[in-house]
């Protein structure tokens, strides 16, 4: 297998076997431990997965958490967080961190934010502070948080017909803050043996056009990387504009690298996804959903809210293997605890649904 290097490391992603040509499954090494691949991670924004504990979390079998730099940021603060051992004593998850660099926010927080070629000024929407990020700092947060998986902070812009005219521009500067993101990690890492060391991704974007994706895959690849990731899909686009990319990048990756699809996690996505040899995957969306009494069964979405289950004493799925579905917690009582407002409800059904993205995945590691 082909290595690549990152100051004296060797790829960290092992290739077990393919799967239907392009699907394949793996080990990606990390320094908080190995993970199977393909997997999901479920966000947990400021520390934790919304209202699911981390041992909640532990037991629906996903492997890696997710946090977000900016927010993590704001509050409490890198150095808190650091003082206190880190993210993994901050909010006891043993296995690995990866942290999400704050390039999200460049676009969801468009209304608060200028970019420049130094970085990124946010204006606080609560408290009217300014906060600025750069490269070199993102890379400065994230290893103060302890993260073994560390974004590169990168320009993401939308689909709109305002901001496709500015896709070219944020690929080139992307592929700049790439470059420095690099030179601040070898800096920040020089100290640490190789096993010590957190992988380091970056991110390719390019919106819906296949020449600066093609462009942009084959930068990141030719950097010092242990990974790529997909940027600047799922942010508007139609789900067959998405599966035409994703079958379009799918010829292109490096075998050696772990592919990374940012933002995706809506069932149907996701599988196809994996099918065109993604690796992992993250998404509010199975807790969000959850909490607004959305429950994934088979290819069908349940709203537990319905009247329908009222009386209804099964299971959300009676061929779930969850803690939620195990234990029989019943769609009727789940439908009166969101009637009620009772926050349990969406406790046990965000539960249900890491579950169900995560069973898709032990699929592919028999």
């Not at 890198?78 to 460049?106: A, C, M, Y």
């Not at 420095?180 to 970056?202: N, V, Y």
């Not at 940027?231 to 772990?258: I, N």
Request: hydrophobic share 35%.
């Amino acid at each position: 297998m082909p290595v690549t290097m990152i100051g004296m490391q060797k790829s960290q992603f092992q290739q077990v076997k393919s799967i239907d040509k392009l699907a394949r499954s793996g080990f990606l090494n990390t320094r908080a431990g190995s993970i199977k691949t393909p997997f999901f991670m479920p966000v947990a924004t400021r520390g934790v997965v919304k209202g699911v504990s981390t041992d909640m979390v532990a037991a629906t079998g996903a492997q890696v958490l997710l946090s977000n730099t900016y927010h993590l940021h704001l509050h409490p603060g890198e150095k808190i967080i650091k003082k206190l051992g880190g993210l993994h004593s901050f909010n006891r998850w043993e296995g690995p961190i990866l942290t999400d660099s704050g390039g999200f926010q460049v676009f969801s927080l468009a209304h608060v934010r200028k970019i420049t070629e130094e970085g990124v000024e946010f204006k606080d929407p609560k408290t009217g502070d300014l906060i600025t990020l750069t490269p070199e700092k993102s890379m400065q947060i994230q290893m103060d948080l302890g993260s073994d998986i560390i974004m590169a902070f990168d320009d993401l812009t939308g689909l709109s017909l305002d901001s496709r005219g500015r896709t070219e521009e944020a690929v080139e500067r992307t592929h700049r803050w790439l470059q420095r993101c690099i030179l601040e990690f070898k800096k920040l890492t020089k100290e640490l043996k190789a096993d010590q060391k957190p992988l380091l991704l970056g991110i390719a974007q390019g919106g819906l056009d296949k020449k600066l994706r093609q462009k942009s895959i084959e930068f990141v690849q030719s950097q010092e990387v242990n990974g790529l990731a997909i940027g600047g899909l799922s942010v508007g686009e139609t789900r067959q504009e998405m599966h035409k990319m994703l079958d379009f990048l799918a010829t292109l990756y490096d075998p050696s690298k772990v592919r990374y699809l940012m933002g995706v996690g809506d069932p149907i996505d996701f599988k196809y996804a994996i099918s065109r040899g993604i690796d992992m995957m993250d998404c509010v969306m199975p807790t969000r959903n959850a909490r607004h009494g959305t429950a994934w069964v088979g290819d069908k979405k349940l709203n537990l809210k319905n009247l329908a289950f009222a009386s209804d004493s099964s299971p959300i799925d009676k061929n779930c293997d969850c803690h939620t579905c195990v234990n029989r917690y019943s769609r009727a009582l789940l439908r009166h605890l969101f009637k009620s407002e009772d926050p349990l409800a969406g406790t046990l059904t965000s539960i249900h649904n890491l579950r169900y993205l995560t069973r898709i995945c032990e699929e592919y590691w028999k």
